[in-house]
């Protein structure tokens, strides 16, 4: 068993695998369809099906996943179009592989055909980071009717992009993580026509390039008609922590064959932070934090200037969504100086309503919580949602923390929600004799305020009934939920 490294990465499993072939949309794996006009998103004959027939209202439509991911990704899907590719369905089509984190931020790459901007590309990349667009045609070829196999990998800052296998072109992008997955397409005027497929999508939890460059040739193999003697059993569900009790996923020999083998990914992150800027009052200048502050093995976080602190000083913390927490973990603590939090209401800087300072003014790891919402502003060129905490009395100390970050308002994750630097306990039971033993035959343990990982199980060996334990080491004060999914894999002798 595992955990989720964002910056080592464990090659363990398939994350997810959606070959559309059931014709019902997974509620379990995606959140509800998005159809704007008369674009419609459907599941039938083994695609996704992204269409918009003409004569009929334009707009773009999409299927987003229910969860986020991290740094270290991989997504692959089989992309055609059947109609959208000549003049004669119009003036504009696309359809898109995205990586969704917000509006000002995200990749989308696939076919795009515009004719007013004489834009007509099988493979056009555009992405939008911070606010600003940038784009170019991949591979030089109009759009067709052929199949691809679209790749996008994350490794860390470093964005990748794969057509067939084939390495195409590479981008920074060091604040994309916590995004979600989109499948999308449509038309931006009547006369215009799409019909677009989705197929054999992948989301892997590691990347290996010679997985990708085998790519349609693995296809080939697994969807040819042969008799296979292995069956995949899918799993997906999810469960509430709201104590400090075990709560239990169960696999039953009954239910499988003599020996079988679990691979499972539960999803427990979602904490996150964009933006983290130190201003300096005596020279008003600032410094771009926003790596270190989202990093957790860095010790870089300055609270105050390196130099020493100074009255109006002032740390400011940045996050895309509306918040009402902020966890940080302190390496070198705050001893003299005094902080005030702080939030834009729209008019001024004012305190934080509600403010629960678990760290004790920068001296201790802890969260910071409020009651009410913020207010966007343009702190050193960025617009978006800040918190401050500003130097009213100047101390001695320089304090440092190893990062920080935000539970958006809608989480529902351990990341998140737990007591800050509680722990997950995650261990395995084997029954023996008819019972389960008292101690597990493996454990592993997630801290609260380690943000970005996620639970492994990959290839758990199973002879008997074997069950998988989740007990947080505190009851949060939130309920928590615990997404899963994975498969169960039974071998049959022939």
């Known amino acids: 068993m595992t955990a989720y490294d964002p910056y080592l990465g464990h090659p363990s499993m398939i994350e997810v695998f959606e070959g559309f072939d059931d014709s019902i949309i997974s509620t379990a794996r995606w959140s509800p369809k998005i159809e704007v006009g008369g674009t419609i998103v459907d599941e039938t004959s083994g695609f996704l099906v992204v269409e918009n027939v003409g004569g009929v ?72 980071e911070a606010g600003v667009l940038s784009s170019a045609d991949l591979i030089g070829v109009v759009v067709d009717k052929v199949e691809r196999i679209l790749s996008i990998v994350l490794l860390g800052t470093e964005v990748l992009f794969y057509v067939d296998g084939m390495y195409i072109t ?26 677009a497929g989705f197929d054999d999508l992948e989301i892997h939890n590691y990347f290996d390039p010679l997985l990708i460059s085998m790519g349609r040739d693995l296809q080939d193999v697994t969807n040819s008609p042969v008799i296979s003697d292995t069956v995949f059993n899918p799993i997906s569900d999810s469960f509430v922590i709201n104590d400090a009790l075990d709560h239990e996923i169960e696999f039953l020999q009954v239910a499988y064959e003599d020996v079988f083998f679990v691979s499972l990914a539960l999803n427990i992150s979602g904490a996150d932070i964009d933006y983290c800027r130190l201003f300096d009052f005596s020279s008003g200048g600032f410094t771009n934090q926003d790596i270190a502050a989202y990093e957790i093995r860095g010790d870089d976080v300055w609270l105050v200037p390196p130099g020493g602190s100074g009255i109006g000083d002032c740390i400011y913390f940045g996050y895309a969504g509306n918040s009402h927490r902020l966890d940080i973990r302190i390496c070198a603590p705050n001893a003299g100086n005094t902080f005030v939090w702080e939030y834009w209401n729209g008019a001024a800087w004012a305190a934080l309503v509600g403010l629960t300072d678990g760290t004790v003014g920068l001296s201790v790891n802890g969260a910071v919580t409020w009651t009410n919402d913020l207010g966007s502003t343009i702190i050193d060129g960025v617009t978006t949602y800040w918190v401050r905490a500003r130097v009213s009395v100047a101390g001695a100390s320089v304090p440092i923390a190893y990062n920080a970050h935000f539970a958006p308002h809608d989480a529902v994750d351990f990341d998140s929600l737990g007591v800050h630097g509680s722990h997950l306990h995650v261990e395995i039971y084997r029954k023996i004799g008819g019972s389960y033993r008292n101690r597990p035959s493996s454990y592993e343990i997630y801290k609260q305020s380690e943000i970005d990982q996620d639970i492994e199980i990959s290839g758990l060996r199973c002879y008997t009934d074997t069950k998988i334990v989740l007990r947080a080491s505190v009851a949060p004060t939130v309920a928590v939920t615990v997404n899963y999914n994975g498969v169960v894999v039974t071998e049959y002798e022939a």
């Open 57 to 128: 209202a334009a707009g773009i439509s999409y299927l987003q996943t229910l969860h986020q991911f991290p740094r270290y990704i991989r997504v692959s899907v089989d992309t055609d179009i059947d109609l959208g590719n000549l003049v004669a369905d119009g003036d504009h089509m696309e359809a898109s592989l995205c990586l969704y984190k917000d509006a000002n931020n995200w990749i989308r790459l696939g076919p795009y055909r515009d004719e007013a901007t004489s834009i007509n590309s099988a493979l056009y990349l555009r992405v939008c």
């Open 170 to 195: 590479g981008i920074e992008f060091p604040t994309l993580h916590g995004y979600y997955i989109r499948l999308e397409g449509g038309t931006t005027a009547i006369a215009d026509k799409l019909l």
